[in-house]
């Protein structure tokens, strides 16, 4: 005997609401990159933030993304700015990454920096330095995600540093070794 088979309804579809904890949980599997974003204030003083929402938007142009929190203190600095340099943390930076995550310090105090385009300042000993252009904005729930279009991009051989479920973690391979030794 054929079951009777009930008509498919999109209602059917529909979970139940997300748990912010769940979503948390689900974002946290997945490891990222950490790099510190620098800019120049209006008055001409360095200005840098933490952020792991970093990545690669377009190859041709040369485009890339971030996100910044709308209430962040920060969001309105790189708007005005119009630029700003990516400095792609290597493994052993992360007491950079916990400084520019830190509210009301001198975040570049005794740091050693390189002066980059627009007097940008790039964090030495990071993996790699992307400076871009500010391109657009977009708006993105209670984000602001900003383009930028990239003007020079420069690496360097070192280990990243990575941030995966809430803590910090170093390579510990090197992925341009060969599995295939024999």
């Known amino acids: 005997m054929l079951a009777k088979m009930r008509p498919h309804h999109a209602d059917d579809d529909i979970p139940p609401p997300l748990n912010a904890t769940d979503f948390r949980e689900a974002l946290g599997r997945f490891a990222s990159g950490i790099t510190v974003m620098t800019t120049r204030d209006n008055g001409g003083a360095p200005y840098g933030v933490t952020a792991t929402s970093f990545t690669s938007l377009s190859l041709d142009p040369p485009m890339v993304q971030w996100s910044l929190r709308n209430a962040a203190y920060s969001l309105p600095v790189f708007l005005e700015a119009g630029r700003f340099a990516v400095n792609v943390l290597s493994a052993g930076q992360e007491s950079i990454s916990r400084r520019f ?12 920096t390189e002066a980059g385009l627009g007097e940008l300042s790039l964090i030495e000993g990071a993996l790699a330095w992307i ?52």
């Open 101 to 112: 995550a830190t509210p009301e310090i001198d975040r570049f105090a005794g740091l050693r």
């Open 131 to 182: 400076e871009c252009s500010l391109e657009t904005t977009l708006e993105g729930g209670d984000h602001t995600i900003l383009v930028g279009k990239v003007l020079r991009a420069r690496t360097f051989d070192r280990q990243p540093l990575l941030y995966w479920r809430g803590s910090y973690l170093a390579a510990t391979t090197d992925p341009t070794e060969s599995d295939s030794k024999t």
